[in-house]
């Protein structure tokens, strides 16, 4: 199987599709323009589909281990130190693949979603555009060869967020909360980039596997001069990946970098689903689980994952109890599910049994993309009927939106983690994770779970069930 071509396929169709509906898409395919997108995000989510099939039924496994697929690589940069250079690849293994059918499938949804929510929108190709170019960073972002290539499409997804985020730029709101999530993930990305420079002088590579290989062998220069040398009780090892961390902690939103993810809620409620809900928020903790094995070897740096982890999943709880702005619910709601998929990285092993934090990590990083999306896509079909965020002006919307209200439900047993659906199973293997590595992160996640119940069927029962004197008259105007 050609994986390089296909590969490439998955990136070059949502460039292209981003530069036609930037270029033309206002003068010649201004009612086409939406169908064009989402045909092009269809035909990617096929392809993703197909490689993650051959890739786990076919070609991935070698004597029953997955094995990463270098698809294509080819130099583009070289130094003169170490012989240090940046390369351009694909890279294809178990979570990349998996990332792949998070961010396309999620990503047409959203596309289908937006044929009908944005339509009366005088930017609406401009704004198809623009979920094309986020849809490749994301893309190009989970397949990167190596550390500084992720580097870049995680600055190009920043820029794609910030324009998706300030799209109704006539609001003042907007335009500030675009800025906000701008300068406080460009200050965490600083402590990324630095961490990259540390990692790739002290190593001579910036290539994902090189680095573990050499930080994995206590025997190695690289590995004796990361640990050896230090600076305030510190190794350059330990610094190197809290300096990393720092930089998916401002992308995943976690304490105290998350306070750009609340306001982000100004832009349209689809992007809101694809942004913040299932694909940039958990860049984060996947780069810490793309650099697992060198976090594993730090045990200061494994205790600040999984810390602040367990301290934004349950800060953020406690705050979604109190909202009632629908749209901010689900944000905090998010930061609080990040925070378990990172504290579950924090606390885990590694291989085998003692890697069922990372393992339950990334099992919940799919399955709470999929009930998360689908509740703000649910969201903004009610905001998009009572003309409202305010769940005050809400109530029962069973009688007037009975889909919505179905597949409301089943997100919100999803996310609350009531059998037999996903977020059941993904929730407890995290549970049983942190209940072998961290008694006291243990009682704080189970404390966290029961949080979580009690505000998003405080969200679900204010909005469908509860009955306000307010309502009919939302109704007349609603209609």
């Not at 530069?19 to 086409?32: E, P, Q, T, Y």
């Not at 609001?171 to 800025?179: D, E, L, N, Q, R």
């Not at 089943?410 to 037999?420: F, H, K, N, R, T």
């Amino acid at each position: 199987m050609n994986y390089a071509l296909l590969s490439a396929l998955l990136l070059l169709l949502p460039l292209a599709s981003f530069v036609v509906l930037g270029i033309w898409g206002r003068s010649i395919f201004r009612k086409a323009s939406g169908m064009i997108g989402t045909a092009v995000l269809g035909t990617i989510a096929a392809l993703s589909v197909y490689i993650a099939c051959q890739y786990f039924l076919v070609d991935g496994q070698l004597n029953g281990t997955y094995q990463p697929i270098i698809a294509l690589q080819a130099e583009w940069l070289k130094f003169g130190y170490k012989e240090l250079s940046i390369d351009i690849g694909i890279l294809l293994d178990p979570i990349s693949v998996m990332m792949l059918v998070v961010i396309t499938v999620v990503s047409l949804m959203v596309h289908i979603f937006s044929l009908g929510y944005m339509k009366d929108e005088e930017r609406y190709s401009t704004y198809f555009a623009f979920l094309s170019l986020f849809t490749f960073s994301m893309l190009g972002l989970v397949i990167s060869v190596n550390i500084f290539q992720i580097y870049m499409f995680w600055e190009l997804v920043g820029v794609s967020s910030y324009l998706l985020i300030g799209f109704f730029f006539t609001k003042p709101s907007a335009v500030a909360a675009s800025k906000k999530a701008f300068i406080v993930t460009r200050f965490a990305d600083l402590g990324f980039l630095i961490g990259i420079l540390i990692l790739g002088i002290q190593t001579g590579t910036l290539d994902f596997s090189t680095i573990i290989d050499r930080l994995s062998n206590p025997q190695s220069e690289a590995f004796i001069s990361m640990t050896s040398a230090g600076f305030l009780g510190l190794s350059t090892l330990t610094w190197a990946l809290i300096l990393v961390f720092m930089g998916g902690a401002g992308k995943s939103a976690m304490f105290p970098l998350h306070i750009w993810l609340p306001d982000a809620m100004e832009g349209p409620t689809p992007v809101s689903a694809l942004i913040h809900a299932a694909t940039m928020v958990v860049a984060g903790v996947y780069l810490v689980a793309r650099l697992f094995p060198v976090f594993h070897l730090d045990e200061i740096a494994m205790s600040v994952v999984a810390w602040v982890g367990a301290t934004s999943a349950l800060f953020a709880a406690i705050i979604a109890t109190t909202q009632t702005d629908i749209k901010r619910v689900l944000a905090y709601s998010t930061m609080s599910q990040i925070g378990y998929m990172m504290f579950s990285l924090g606390v885990s092993g590694y291989g085998g049994e003692a890697g069922l934090g990372f393992t339950a990590s990334m099992f919940h990083l799919f399955t709470h993309a999929f009930f998360k999306s689908l509740l703000f896509l649910g969201a903004g079909a009610v905001i998009h009927y009572v003309h409202s965020n305010d769940m005050t002006d809400m109530g029962g919307l069973r009688k007037h939106m009975p889909v919505t209200h179905a597949t409301f439900l089943l997100a919100c047993l999803a996310i609350a983690g009531v059998p037999p659906l996903s977020g059941f199973f993904s929730k407890e293997e995290i549970l049983l994770a942190a209940y072998e590595g961290n008694k006291a992160i243990y009682f704080i996640a189970l404390f966290t779970a029961g949080l979580t119940a009690f505000y998003m069927f405080r969200l679900y029962f204010m909005i469908f069930w509860q009955k306000k004197n307010t309502t009919k008259h939302i109704m007349a105007k609603a209609r």
